[in-house]
């Protein structure tokens, strides 16, 4: 977790922090209307998709996100996934791994594929249970989980949901 929230981190040379990061916008908001706020996933299936569960992954994921801050691929990656998300270019999402600099291997691929591909269909039956239980929902989430072969979008829309994609003017 360290490693990560360096990464994290990082991020604030290109002006981006955390603080002002969807999440909490959202969150301060709900709570200013006195609206409910429901998790999609617990703190415990985060770590479990965040953290290898061997400890030789574990360290080499810690290896690649020290060499990427050295390196400063960590602050180009959050700099172009920042812009990308902002112009809704999500074409340019959809490629991420080949430009993050962050996949050289098979193991690269399979930690990108537990973070959103296997996360998505739980991300889905949670929304899905929210909604079955009479309720407007609104879930935001991560911009990668709109993206990949179980994007989240796709996955809804396969369970009987209308999914649109808004734009907005810049």
């Known amino acids: 977790m360290q490693a990560l ?5 990082a991020a604030r040379w290109e002006g981006l922090d955390a603080g002002s990061g969807q999440e909490l916008a959202l969150a301060r908001t709900a709570r200013a209307r006195q609206l409910p706020i429901e998790a999609l996933e617990s ?14 992954q574990a360290l080499e994921l810690v ?13 180009r990656t959050a ?14 999402l959809e490629h991420y791994e080949h ?22 269909p739980g991300l889905a039956d949670r929304i899905e249970s929210l909604h079955a239980g009479g309720r407007q929902v609104f879930a935001a989430v991560g911009a990668l989980h709109m993206t990949g072969p179980k994007a989240l979008p796709q996955l809804l829309a396969q ?6 994609r808004l734009s907005f003017p810049p």
């Open 5 to 9: 929230t360096l990464v994290m981190l």
């Open 43 to 56: 703190a415990p299936q985060q770590m479990q998709a965040l953290i290898p569960r061997d400890p030789v």
């Open 63 to 75: 290896s690649q996100a020290l060499d990427q801050l050295e390196s400063g691929a960590a602050r």
């Open 79 to 92: 700099a172009r996934l920042a812009q990308t998300w902002a112009e809704g270019r999500l074409e340019d």
């Open 99 to 120: 430009w993050c600099e962050c996949v050289a291997d098979e193991q690269d691929r399979a930690f990108l594929r537990r973070l959103n591909d296997e996360r998505n």
């Open 159 to 164: 369970r009987g949901f209308l999914v649109e």
